[in-house]
């Protein structure tokens, strides 16, 4: 199945149960598809960090085990873009002799693509582990963006901009607590988001295809993007792959003493 298909189950992705529905006398539970880039930021984490995990069990770059499997020109496009904007260093992953203890970070990068709405998109995200406290720090963020038609570039950046932050801060903060009377996730400090101090370095690369004869979907997808690629970049700094959100440091420090 393409990008395209995947994007049109995304759009049916909406009949799942609810969270403790089944075991509900009422058959009711908490919704989980009212978010931004519905369906598909559920569909990508784990599709993504599939793809990166398996460009690692056969010794391929991620970025170049996704373009030798790709047949869409927009596909390689945005994912060469992507990786030459970053300065991305051609080798498998993980790292090898990584030191996974103390307070000096591990450093990695990982990769994501995306297809939503007739745009293209991809992500490389390098990032910084400290074994000793499970904190993550993205660095820096690249993206690649292919809408087709690009109208306003300044205002496509900004709005790209804005959801790599957004993005950023669902994979390592977001998470709705709750518990058998409700949600108890009531204001910032019980649900903190990404600070100012703590947003990376953004690089946006518009790719201007006025050939392709439409616009795109705009800036919604860039919140999608985030999550595999950080994940990825996890695995590669440590050889560890996180299956579940958000990158917390205590579930992180768990997962490097595994």
């Known amino acids: 199945m393409g990008l395209r298909g995947v994007a049109i189950l995304a759009e049916r992705g909406h009949g ?15 919704r989980d598809h009212t978010m931004r880039t519905p369906g598909q930021f559920q569909q990508n984490f784990p599709r993504e960090l599939a793809i990166s995990e398996a460009a690692a069990l056969a010794g391929a770059d991620a970025i170049q085990f996704r ?11 945005v994912l060469k873009a992507v990786r030459d904007a970053s300065g991305w260093e051609t080798r498998p992953s993980p790292h090898i002799n990584t030191v996974l203890a103390g307070n000096t970070p591990v450093r990695g990068r990982g990769v994501s693509m995306l297809f939503r709405l007739g745009t293209y998109w991809a992500c490389v995200c ?9 904190a993550i720090a993205v660095e820096k963020y690249t993206m690649a963006v292919d809408p087709g038609i690009v109208v306003n570039p300044m205002q496509l950046k900004r709005q790209v901009e804005g959801g790599a932050v957004m993005g950023i801060s669902h994979a390592l903060l977001e998470e709705a607590a709750f518990d058998q009377s409700g949600i108890t996730s009531r204001d910032w400090n019980t ?8 947003v990376p370095e953004i690089k946006v690369v518009l790719l201007n295809r006025p050939e392709v004869g439409r616009y795109g979907g705009g800036s919604e997808a860039a919140n999608a993007l985030a999550a595999p690629a950080i994940a990825a970049a996890l695995f590669d700094a440590t050889g560890k792959t996180a299956r579940r959100l958000p990158l917390k440091p205590a579930f992180i420090q768990a997962l490097l003493k595994a």
């Not at 390098?126 to 499970?134: D, F, R, S």
């Not at 649900?191 to 703590?198: E, F, G, V």
């Open 67 to 77: 373009i030798d499997h790709a047949t869409e020109d927009r596909v390689i496009g």
């Open 126 to 134: 390098e990032i910084a582990v400290t074994p000793a406290t499970g």
């Open 191 to 198: 649900y903190p988001i990404l600070k100012m101090a703590d």
């Open 16 to 30: 799942t149960f609810q969270i403790g529905q089944k075991d509900s006398p009422l058959a009711i539970g908490l």
